[in-house]
C-alpha cells in the first residue's frame, strides 16, 4: 500500500512542514505519514486558487464538466487503492470502502452534468429581468472521518462546476484518501483549481477566517459548525454547514417485527453506526416491543466485527480513539439505566471494536438516547400513541433525517410529515442522491448540498434588470 503523501499547492505535490502519524484503528498502529500545512502553506493554497480562479470561471461549464469527469475516470481507475487505503484509515469494511469511492464517483458525474441555466423573471412591455449565478471565488472544504472521500466529492462537485476554485482540508485522523485524490487530480486540473492542505485540527480557524475564502463547505459536528459559523460572521463569508444528528426511526404497528428488526438494524448499524443519518434512535409500539428486541438482538450478536480488510468482517472499528472512548462511556452509563440486549462488552483486542449493542427500557433523558452516539449503539424505546411517539421524536436540538416504517404507505407518509427534519425516509434509508436536495433542519445544518439547491450555494445569484432606453428626453 502507499505510503508516500504529499500536499496539493498550486499543481504541486508537495511536503508539509513536517508529518504526522495516521492511525490504522484496527491495529492502533501508525501505518503511514501524513505530512502537515502550516499557515504560510494554507496561503500559498489560498494564493494559488485566487489565481487560478478567473480562468477557470472563465471556462464554460462544459469545460469544465468535461475536467470533472477525467477527475472521475481516474479515481475509477485507481478504485481498488482508493477502497484499500480508505479501509487502512476509515476501518470500515473492504465492501463498504468500495461503494464509498463508486458513490464519490458517481457524484462528481452527476454534478459534470448538472447545471444552472439563467432564469428570466419577468419579460414584458419590454422590461427583461434575468437572474444568472456566478461562481464565489475560492471555496473552502472541510469534512470529518467517517465517509472522507464521498463527502468531499459532494463539496468538489458544484463547487469547480459553478466555476470556483478550491482548498480542501480533511479531518486529521483520515487524511490520506483525500490526498490519493489531490495526487489524481494534480495530473488533470489546472494548478490551483483544487489544493489539499493537512492539519491536525489546527489551520480550522484560519480557513474559516481567511479574507481570500469566499465560502465555507463544512461537514462535521455541530459543536465545531457553531464556531464555523461565528468565525465565518467576521467577513459574511458563505457556510454551507452538514452537522450532527439524533435520528428516530419510527415503526408502526403494522410492520412484521422480524423485517422491521432487519430494516433498524441496517440503518443503525451500517459503518458501525457513524453515519450522520444512521438511525439513533428507535421507537416501536408497545404491542411488538419484546418481539422486537429479540430480532435484533439476534441480528447483533451474528455480526462480524473484525479489521475491515478481512473478508467476511461486517463491523469494522470505531474510526478513532476519542471517538471509541465516546462511544464506550455511553454504552457504560446506559448500563446503569436500561438493559443491554445485545452486545456491550468491549473485545479483549488491539483495535477500537465496539460489538453492535442495543439497549432497551431507557428513559427519554438518558444521555445514549438524547445525544448523538456516532457509534454501533441503538436504544429500542417503546410507544403507546402515535402523536406521543412523534413528538418524542421531534424533542431534539437535531433535526437531520429520520426514518418512518409502514405496511400502509400513505399512514407512513402521514407521520414522516410531521417530523421536523432535513429528510425523512418512507420504507427505506440512506436514499443520498446527488441529485436531490440533503439539509438539515435545526442545530444539524444551514444550506443544502446536492441538487440545484445545493450548486446554487456554491454561486452568487446575479439580477439584470433593463428597459429599453427611450429616444426622445422626458
Ligand atoms: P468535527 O467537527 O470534530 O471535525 C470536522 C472537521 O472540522 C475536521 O476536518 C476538523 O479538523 C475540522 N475542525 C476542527 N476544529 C475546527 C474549527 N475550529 N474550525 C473549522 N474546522 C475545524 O467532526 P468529526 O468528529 O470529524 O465528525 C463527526 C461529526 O460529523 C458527527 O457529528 C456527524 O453527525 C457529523 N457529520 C455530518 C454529516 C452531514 O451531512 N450532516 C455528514 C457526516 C458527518
New binding site residues.
Partial sequence: MKTDFKLLVNGKLIDGVSTFDVINPATEEAFAQCPRADEALLNQAVAAAKAAFPAWSALTADERGAYINRLADAIEARIDEFARLLTAEQGKPLDQATYEIGGSIYTLRAFAAMRLPDQTLRDENGNTVIEHRTPLGVCAS??????PVI?LANKIGPCLIAGNTMVS????TTPLTTLLLGEVAAGILPPGVFNVVC?Q?E???L??GHPDIAK?A????????K??MA?AAEGIKRVTL????NDAAIVLDDVPAKIAAQKVYAGAMANAG????AIKRAYVPEAMYDEFCTEIAGLAEAAVVDDGSKQGSTIGPIQNRM?YEKVRDLIEDAKTRGRVIAGGEMPDRKGYFIPPTVVADLDEDAPLVRE?Q?GPVLPVLKYADIDDVIARANDSPYG?GGTVWGMDQQRALDVARRIDAGTVWVNQHLAIDPNIP?R?SKQ??LGS?HGLAGLMEYTQAHVINAVPLAAEPA
Fill in positions: 472541510i469534512t470529518p472521518w467517517n465517509f463527502l482540508k480533511p479531518a486529521p492539519d485540527n489551520l480550522g480557524p480557513i474559516t465555507v463544512f461537514t462535521g459536528s455541530t459543536a465545531t459548525g464556531k464555523v468565525s452538514e452537522l450532527g444528528g457513524q453515519i450522520c443519518v471517538q448523538e456516532f437531520l440533503f438539515g444539524s445544518g448540498e
